[in-house]
């Protein structure tokens, strides 16, 4: 690029009025840290005050573009206080940037309480569009993504992440979730237990970074590739699950309703039993279910 061209493409990112009294939520790199967009820089430089997850990440992130700012810590643990602090000085008059460590604010990450009060209040949130491990992953997976439903982090705890998982075996929809390494193997241990072994997955592993990977196989393989090699429980992955083929949607969601009515007033062994004669599907298949239908009542 010219100078002259990059002085034309500044120019027009200022084209767009950036008022006065408004927080503007910046989506910032997952990892190349040229992924950056031309707007953001553009505002960052404009805003009077940055409000970010970790002012050191953060205060790293804006030296690599030359911007200074003064930063206020805004995390999870904080974001009803700092809200109030932001919504004071906008009311004053400011301009202020909300930034994540990574990707889109709010999507996974501190931000929507704080969007939520500035809109409250009535004050102006203007998005900055930019990089989301989600839609990153989505566009280089593959998958049809016309329907996809945002799973993020599953429960910790193997009895939650087996209850979330439940509802989401009808859906249609690209199932997207996010995981960490320590966690890697247990997620797609649980995936292979609740869906079907013949869906798509996906591992989308360290998207823009040096080793970058996009890995898709059947959920049967998936647990055998992932221990096949050390390194592929590394780094940041986002997990990908295709959706349910319509057909089977619709036979569990009535093989389910069958089971909710039998389980009301039957031991749970005679229900599958009584459901795989209506049904005309596997008994143990149906005794496997009301099992997790029981549980799940048990839980909530
Ligand atoms: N707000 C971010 C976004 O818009 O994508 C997500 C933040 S969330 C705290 C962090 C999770 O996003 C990671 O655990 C991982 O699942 C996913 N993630 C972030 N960067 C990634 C990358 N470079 N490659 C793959 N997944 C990534």
Redesign the pocket.
């Known amino acids: 690029m010219t100078q002259s061209s990059a002085a034309t493409i500044f120019g027009e990112a200022a084209l767009q009025g950036y008022p006065v009294s408004t927080l503007y939520v910046i ?1 910032t790199p ?2 190349n840290v040229c992924d950056i967009t031309v707007r953001a820089l553009h505002v960052l430089n404009l805003v009077d005050a940055v409000a970010c997850e970790d002012t050191r990440n953060t205060g790293q992130l804006l030296s690599r573009y030359g911007v200074v700012k003064p930063l206020i810590a805004a995390h999870q643990h904080n974001e009803r206080e700092v809200a109030d602090k932001l919504i004071a000085r906008l009311q004053a008059g400011a301009r202020i940037a909300l930034v ?10 501190p931000g929507a309480r704080i969007v939520d009060a500035v809109r409250a209040a009535g004050l102006r949130v203007m998005p900055l569009p930019g ?7 989505l566009s280089a997976s593959g998958l049809l993504s016309d329907e996809f439903y945002f799973v ?2 599953l429960p910790a705890k193997g009895k939650q992440r087996e209850a979330r998982l439940q509802p989401l075996r009808t859906l249609a929809a690209t199932l997207v ?5 320590h966690r890697i193997a247990d997620c797609v241990e649980a995936l292979a237990a609740a869906f079907e072994p013949q869906r798509q997955i996906v591992f ?6 040096l080793f ?1 990977q996009v890995h898709r196989c059947r959920l049967s393989e998936a647990q055998a590739w992932l221990a096949s090699d050390a390194h592929r429980e590394k ?5 990908l699950l295709e959706g349910a083929p319509a057909a089977a949607g619709q036979d569990q969601l009535e093989a389910d309703r069958v089971l909710q009515i039998l389980l009301a007033e039957c031991p749970l062994k005679q229900a599958a039993a009584l459901a795989a004669q209506i049904l005309g599907q596997k008994k143990n298949a149906l005794y496997e279910r009301a099992l997790e239908l029981k549980n799940m009542q048990s839980i909530a």
Do not use: C
Request: charge should be negative; avoid cysteine.
């Open positions: 989506a997952i990892g994540s460590d990574a990707g889109t604010p709010a999507v996974s990450d990089p989301s491990a989600a839609i990153a992953a993020g982090f979730f996010y995981e960490a390494p989308a592993r360290e998207l823009t970074k970058e780094g940041e992955f986002v997990v």
